[in-house]
Structures are given as structure tokens and as C-alpha cells.
């Protein structure tokens, strides 16, 4: 497990799931927020990913050339950036067009119907 995520189980959790997730999921929500696209989420994540393996590396002796580490560890910021991007913009939409949206489950809406 350690030589795939290039670092240790802990840390990969400290500074990739709490401390950078924290940064993605606050990505998402300024992007939901904006009214940008959600490819956005995704290029943004692949560099929190970068910014992620650096941690890694600089703070906690991990491997910074680590392809499978930073694959992962992007997948999961990217995730949770486009998490927190659908979340806000389905709230977003039945918030800002009561009269048009409801919610539809956690991260969608629908068009109301007639009446």
C-alpha cells in the first residue's frame, strides 16, 4: 500500500483526504459558486495534486516522483473538488429559481410542475 501511494497511510490521509481535500472541497464550492464549468474542477485538482505529492515530499520524506501517488492522490482531490461542485450548484439553482427548480436529490434539481 505505501509503495503505491508513495508515503504512508497516515499521512496520505493527513495531508491528502483532511488538509487538501479541505482545499479541493473549497475549490468545488468557489467554482459552484461562480457559475464556471465543472472541467474547471478538474484542472484545478490536478494541480492541488502537484501541490499535494510536494507536501508529500518536502514534509513527511515521501516520494515525490511517485506516478501511481500523485494519480491517486489526484483522483481524489479531483473527486472530491467535483463533489463539492455539484453540490453547491444544485443549491444554487433551486436557491436562485425557486420558482423554476426543486431539489432532486443531493446534487440535482428538477423543473417544477404545472400548478
Given at each position: ?17 483532511i ?39 518536502a ?26 461542485f ?30
Amino acid at each position: 500500500m505505501e509503495s503505491m501511494l508513495g508515503t504512508s497511510l497516515g499521512v496520505f490521509i493527513g495531508i491528502t483526504v483532511i488538509v487538501m481535500g479541505f482545499a479541493a472541497y473549497m475549490t468545488g464550492q468557489a467554482l459552484g459558486n461562480t457559475w464556471k464549468p465543472a472541467w474547471h474542477a478538474v484542472v484545478y485538482g490536478i494541480l492541488l495534486g502537484f501541490a499535494d505529492r510536494f507536501l508529500v515530499f518536502a514534509l513527511f520524506d515521501g516520494e515525490l516522483a511517485s506516478l501511481s501517488g500523485f494519480l491517486i492522490d489526484t483522483a481524489v482531490l479531483i473527486a472530491i473538488s467535483l463533489f463539492a461542485f455539484r453540490l453547491n450548484l444544485a443549491s444554487k439553482m433551486v436557491s436562485q429559481y425557486p420558482w423554476v427548480f426543486e431539489r432532486s436529490g443531493m446534487f440535482g434539481w428538477r423543473q417544477k410542475g404545472p400548478g
